[in-house]
Structures are given as structure tokens and as C-alpha cells.
């Protein structure tokens, strides 16, 4: 079964570990200070006014966004250089609406007209019991240990004894299956609520729903494994690692076809494609692939802003003032799909969009100043660097920069966001540029004023 809060966690202590000692409470003070979110709206203001100032221009189409398609640069910081060799990414947009955006939470009833056509030919129903086989897979990664990347080793953590008897307790206790209903006494009341839904030639569906995410699986307890993820040695299960799947019996385009044809039957809208991924369902405790196929990705499009991948990211910065994150997380689509169809969906953290733009069209910087500020922003952020704190392998590869978007917190409105035109430039170590499994580093500036904003998803979502 997947446990999401463990990815975030691992991808949580990847960001610490990627930052030495005394990165940020040693991190000296820059000639020049980098602002992190000025007010946002003081600047729209000002550019509306100027905008209403200015004479009325001919019936001249606006232009795309001009920047070059590759940006190459060898940028020496004091202790390190970054090697830009970064394609350059934009939208085929030619404005730049900023958006409020809040969490949308689902009710019952919402859910229910959602995924009706699951419900359509379902015979019985199983409400949720955990049984022993999922206890099994939590105790075999409890004796596993966690991962210390310093020593490439999993170790003993503070508590696991006591983690381990209680899971052995547990599944001494639990049942080796759930109890089947007729799906004629079949209600949902409240959320969160996980069940499983049977059909009538023998075959299942899990569904699990709370207020702010849906969950499908026709996969069973089996993992969802990414192929960058199986590169390397996997010392728990003795696998050696592979450079790709062998497997995967459908092609890209046959499994974004079945994926999208799903997308309408549940009513996913204003979803863009971020990226489309091998990857398999795996049985840990039988160690076995169950399936391989595509994991494929989407977030929102609105406006035609393109969406970006955040979970390939970490933040750099870190900065602690928390004040700067959004409130709420980014809405994210993820569909895997083998030769048999959708095989699991889940789809997390949906937005409500203001039907008004909180602006019609902001102006961005272009691109020279862009690029100056992401120099100052990249000088700024590995300032710590210096001949007391060395960093073994300091250089970095910058491969990308990307307009898209990131979420603001709003002035004076705590619950909801902005969403804002941004440049997010993705960046790794020298040493682990072509190891795909390692998240990126990134640099992440406001395309409206050129003020730092986080890339970085809220783990804590509501």
C-alpha cells in the first residue's frame, strides 16, 4: 500500500541532508538583499496605472514572451560555478493573468457524482479493514531502517524496537480479509472513507476519499515504483539495479489515451500534462512486479500557464520564514496505466479559481533582467559558501528554466493563494547530473518583480 507521507518524508530529509551544517544559521549577510515577496500588490497597482497612463495601442497582436531557446553561461561564484546549460521554457501565451486561488474541499455528495460510474455494475462493497498483509509490507520497511545518505546505509532509528512489536501485534490480530456487503447498503456519510468496491465478474476497486483527494486503485497492496527509482540496488529486497523496464507492453500514447478518457469520465478539468514516466507495481512482500506501464503526471493549465513538475524538486533556499509558503498545496493529477487500462488515480489538493482575475495582465520582466536576478538569486543562496564551510563537488548544473507558476500567500486573506507567473530553474550537483533519481535543487524567482518565491508543495496539506 502506498504511504505518500513516506515519500514526502524521504524527500523531506533529502533537503536536509543536501544542505550542510550551517547553511542557513551561518549564512552571512549580502552586500545586496535579496527581498523575498515584496508586496505583490502594491506593484500590480502600479503597473495598472502606468498601463492606464499610456495611449491606446493599435489593434497590433500582442507578441509571445521573447527568449532565447537555450541559455548557456559559466556563472563563478566564490567557491563554485554554475555551468547553465539550461533549456529555456515558455508558454505559447501572451498574457499573464495573476489568479486567487483557494483549496476546494470536497463533500459526499461532490464525490459521489464524481466517480458514479464506478459505482455503475458494482455488486458488493467491503468497508476498509486493515488486514494482515498490509501490516506485513509497514513491518518489513520498520526492520529495513532509515536511509542515512552519508553512510549509503539504512540504520536503526530511536523507537523501532517498540514500532516493530507493535506491528507484530497487530498482525497477530488482524484478519486475513474484509467482510463483503451488499452494495444496495451501501451509504457515505462522512469523509474520509476508504472502501473497496466488487464487481460482478470477481475483479475490485479500492476508493480511497477524504475532502481534499481521491484515490483509485485497481492495483492491489502493490507499490508504485517510477523506473529512476530502480536504477540503483535495492538492498532490502536484493534486486541489482536495472537502466529500464523490459515490460512495458502499451506505448506513451496508447497509455495517455486511456488516461485522458478517464480524466473525462470523473470530471479532471483544466489539467495540463507535466510529464509521462515508465514505472511498475510492485510486490514488495512476494517480491515480484506486478505490472509495468507509464506513471503519468498533470497539474492545472489555467490561463495556459504551463504547470510544472514539483515532485523532481527540493528547495534550495532554505529559508525558514514560512510566511512566504503558500497556504495551500498545488493540485496534482497522477494516472498509471499498463496494456489493461487505469490500473490507480490519485488526484490531490483541487483548486477553486476566482472567476475574476485578482489581474487582467501583469507584466513580466524580460529576459536579460530575469537572468541578472537569477545570477544575484544563485550568489545569494550559496553565500555560505566560503573557505570555512567547503563543499566537497560544489559546482552545479543548471538544465533547465522554466516560466510556469508558483503560489503566493494573498495580503490579508490567510486561506487563499496567488497565483503568479514564475521562473523556476532546475539545478543538481556536478556529480549527480545524470543520476535521475536525485532531486533537483532550484532557483525560483517571481517573473513579475523578480522577488523569490518557493516552488515547494505544502506536506502538511489540510
Same mark, same amino acid.
Given at each position: 500500500?502506498? &504511504?505518500?507521507?513516506? %515519500? ?37 497597482? !502600479? ?15 500582442? %507578441? ?8 548557456? #553561461? ?10 547553465? %546549460? ?61 536511509? $542515512? ?23 497477530? !490480530? ?10 444496495? #447498503? ?17 475483479? *475490485? ?24 527509482? @530502480?536504477? #540503483?540496488?535495492? !538492498? ?9 523496464? %523490459? ?8 497509455? @495517455? ?11 479532471? *478539468? ?7 514516466? *515508465? ?41 525558514? $520564514?514560512? !510566511? ?9 493529477? &497522477? ?19 476566482? #472567476? ?19 545570477? &544575484? ?11 570555512? $564551510? ?10 533547465? @528554466? ?7 500567500? &494573498? ?52
Amino acid at each position: 500500500m502506498e &504511504k505518500k507521507y513516506l %515519500q514526502k518524508l524521504w524527500i523531506a530529509l533529502s533537503v536536509l541532508v543536501s544542505i550542510p551544517f550551517g547553511a542557513v544559521a551561518c549564512q552571512p549577510t549580502p552586500a545586496e538583499e535579496i527581498v523575498i515577496q515584496k508586496d505583490l500588490d502594491a506593484v500590480l497597482d !502600479e503597473q495598472a496605472q502606468q498601463a492606464a497612463q499610456e495611449p491606446e495601442v493599435s489593434a497590433t497582436p500582442a %507578441q509571445p514572451y521573447e527568449a532565447p531557446e537555450r541559455w548557456e #553561461e559559466e556563472l563563478e561564484l566564490p567557491y563554485l560555478t554554475f555551468h547553465i %546549460q539550461a533549456d529555456v521554457i515558455t508558454p505559447e501565451i501572451t498574457q499573464y493573468p495573476v489568479l486567487c486561488v483557494k483549496s476546494r474541499t470536497l463533500t459526499p455528495e461532490d464525490v459521489l457524482e464524481r466517480l458514479a460510474p464506478l459505482f455503475d455494475g458494482a455488486v458488493s462493497y467491503f468497508p476498509d479493514v486493515r488486514v494482515r498483509a498490509e501490516y506485513e509490507l509497514e513491518l518489513m520497511y520498520a526492520r529495513r531502517g532509515i536511509w $542515512n545518505p552519508e553512510t549509503e546505509e539504512y540504520e536503526p532509528y530511536p523507537g523501532q524496537a517498540d514500532e516493530i512489536a507493535a506491528l507484530e501485534q497487530l498482525i497477530a !490480530e488482524a484478519p486475513d480479509k474484509m467482510t463483503e456487503h451488499s452494495i444496495s #447498503e451501501f451509504s457515505l456519510p462522512v469523509l474520509p472513507a476508504r472502501f473497496h468496491l466488487k464487481y460482478a465478474d470477481g475483479s *475490485r476497486v479500492e476508493l480511497a476519499l477524504t475532502s481534499h483527494s481521491l484515490w483509485i486503485n485497481y492495483g492491489g497492496d502493490a507499490l508504485l515504483q517510477p523506473e529512476c527509482w @530502480l536504477h #540503483e540496488d535495492n !538492498e532490502m529486497t536484493g534486486e541489482k539495479g536495472i537502466d529500464q523496464l %523490459q515490460n512495458v507492453k502499451i506505448s506513451e500514447t496508447e497509455a @495517455l489515451e486511456a488516461a485522458e478518457e478517464a480524466m473525462e469520465r470523473y470530471g479532471l *478539468r483544466n489539467l495540463g500534462l507535466i510529464s509521462a514516466e *515508465r514505472g511498475r507495481l510492485y510486490d514488495s512482500p512476494a517480491r515480484q512486479t506486478v505490472s509495468e506501464g507509464w506513471i503519468l503526471t498533470w497539474g492545472r493549465n489555467d490561463c495556459g500557464y504551463l504547470p510544472f513538475d514539483l515532485g523532481t524538486c527540493s528547495d534550495s533556499g532554505g529559508d525558514p $520564514n514560512i !510566511e512566504y509558503f503558500a497556504p495551500i498545496a498545488t493540485e496534482e493529477l &497522477k494516472i498509471y496505466v499498463d496494456e489493461t487500462g487505469v490500473r490507480r488515480l490519485s488526484w490531490e489538493d483541487p483548486w477553486e479559481i476566482a #472567476e475574476e482575475p485578482y489581474a487582467e495582465n501583469a507584466t513580466i520582466l524580460p529576459f536579460d533582467a530575469l537572468q541578472e536576478r537569477v545570477r &544575484k538569486q544563485l550568489k545569494y543562496e550559496w553565500s555560505w559558501v566560503d573557505s570555512i $564551510n567547503p563543499y566537497s563537488s560544489m559546482d552545479q548544473n543548471m538544465c533547465d @528554466l522554466t516560466l510556469t507558476y508558483c503560489l503566493v500567500p &494573498k495580503k490579508d486573506d490567510p486561506g487563499a493563494a496567488l497565483l503568479v507567473p514564475s521562473w523556476i530553474g532546475r539545478y543538481k550537483n556536478i556529480a549527480d547530473a545524470d543520476r535521475p533519481n536525485v532531486v533537483y535543487k532550484t532557483v525560483a524567482l517571481n517573473a513579475i518583480d523578480g522577488t523569490r518565491v518557493s516552488p515547494m508543495q505544502r506536506w502538511d496539506s489540510p
